[in-house]
């Protein structure tokens, strides 16, 4: 910073030296910024504080060539944070000493005492807001009828391209993904129950297992887990960066409902395009069951297709279906309500699609889990 | 001060987006100490200039030398070492919107591992208390500071390793007229405490008119003209005249002291 005319800049150096007078000096020299206190800080303190008591010894700062705050902090810490009786400084140096008295130190922060009760109060928090977000999400469930009826009544109101857009995005692109895996689910599934069915003989009932397992449980749940995985964050996403944007405030102050526009065709597209994705994977999945069954127990497509009507109950295809919308009702639920909940910085949108899809996936396997009491006598085989 | 070697020196700069030229060799060089601003019309690549100066942009032909060393093709070591000597001020600040004000502050000062914290905390105290922020702010997060606290936050932040080049990204956009005269008050002071050499972008008349030393403006994809307040007005260019003369701009010109001395 300051070009001491011709000389080179040396490196920063001390030296004390004993006076006429017999006072010991302390000689600065060199630089003292950053760019050379960077590698030899910890040394030049030390060095510092054994240059001897600080108002014992005259301090001559004046042949320092470079001087920066770092610099004149590392000398004034040394100094116990105040100025020596007997200084020579250079005048434009002066200034960041100046900084340094202005600013006094820092108080220290005070460390949290150990507080033992702390495990159970964070358990009484999280349980608090769960329950918040639980119901949080009834009301925007609400919200949505609410907004559904007046779509229903008024036709001009109804957001067309946003929820066909929703059913391209949430389904149609989905097809590869949920077919591959749809397919090796199935293959796995058909070559482990054929090898347990050989043993006892039981064979054809390959067609029971699969049919039932696949459209019931499997197709239903494995779909909505990837379009949690895939739409959900990517609702949350979206509307989470809309309020970074500030672009949901700006629906609002058109008088246009962010409920209406932005999440009730977006959950009337998952509603409607998971239904179709899970008959899509089940389809998938039986077909990749067949071709396990057809290699390991040589049993042919046609007997495996004709067989299933009377191994599994049409009624069962209409729960996976149904599956599907409810699981589809509750993704969009929770992804809209994690996105609408995401503060303006990085770290909340990162938090907030984390807990969406999290969330989602956990909700479905629990109601899942509820739907399974529920039809537990429904759907088999007399 | 003239003969000193310039700290930035941009030569035959070209920037192509595809059939768009944006600089067609262009020139500009800073001297050590000197506060640079550079205006032009939107879309004339004062922030693309800007960016490249600053290695984030590689320009298509050309160099940009920077404490002497063309940054675009040195070695990635000594790279390291020139952005360690230059603090920057983005347009929004660009704090990191998980840390807070303090550790905003650190981070540079932590990345050099040679400080103990204790020392970190009194630099960045110090820093805080430079650009007029108080203490009990240092744990406030950005998100819930103003737009006037972010820009100071971010200037701290720009100068915490004691930078001898400091380049400004619209320092004064989104501030109003009364915080925008202060913070570039505090510019002002600041630079001439310290003696660093501001490269700046602006297209704010009170600011232009109020800290450069000189003004390079960017128009017909290369510095038309780069100098003084002075001489920069009595440049006949079509964006000058709109620019500088139009009323907003005469208006700013008369507050300037450095056109009412004979």
Redesign the interface.
Known sequence: ???AASKPVRDPDIQVTVAGDGARVVHLSGAW???A???R??ALQSALRDAGPVNAAHWDLSQIQRF???GA??VW?AWDRCRPNHLQLRREHE?FFG??E??M????STPRAFDPLLPAVTLGLSAFAAAGHAVQILQLFGQLLIDAVAVARQPLLRPWREFSAGIYSIGAQALGITALVGFLIGVVLSYLSAEQLRVVGADVFIVNILGVGIIRELGPVVCSILVAGRSGSAITAQLGVMRVTEELDALSVMGISNTLRLILPKMAAIAVALPLLVAWTCGVALVGGAVSAKVELGMSFTQFFSSLPAAVPEVNLWLGVGKGAVFGVLIALIACHFGLRI?????SLAAGTTRSVVTSITAVIVADAILAVIFSDVGWTQ | MIS?EPIVEVKGLWTVYGDFVVHRDLDLSVTPGEVVSLVGGSGSGKTTLLRQMLGLERPNRGSIRVFGIPIHSCDAELFKRIR??WGVLFQHGALY??LSVFDNIALPLRE?H??DAD?I??????????VGID?RHAAT???DLSGGMIKRVALARALV??P?LVFLDEPTAGLDPDRSETFVKLIRDLHL????TVVMATHDLDTLVSVSDRIAVLADQKVVICGRLDEVVQYDHPFIRNFFLGERGLRALSAAPALQAP
């Open positions: 910073m300051q070009q910024d950053i760019r206190l960077e590698s800080a910890h920066d705050h770092i902090m590392v810490r200034i900084a340094c202005g600013s130190g820092a108080r220290p503060q303006p910085n990085t770290e | 000193a360690k000597r919107s998980a050099l040679a400080f020392f905390r009194d630099i960045v105290m110090l820093k805080l208390d430079a203490q997060m950005p998100a390793l004691d001898e405490k310290l003696n660093f």
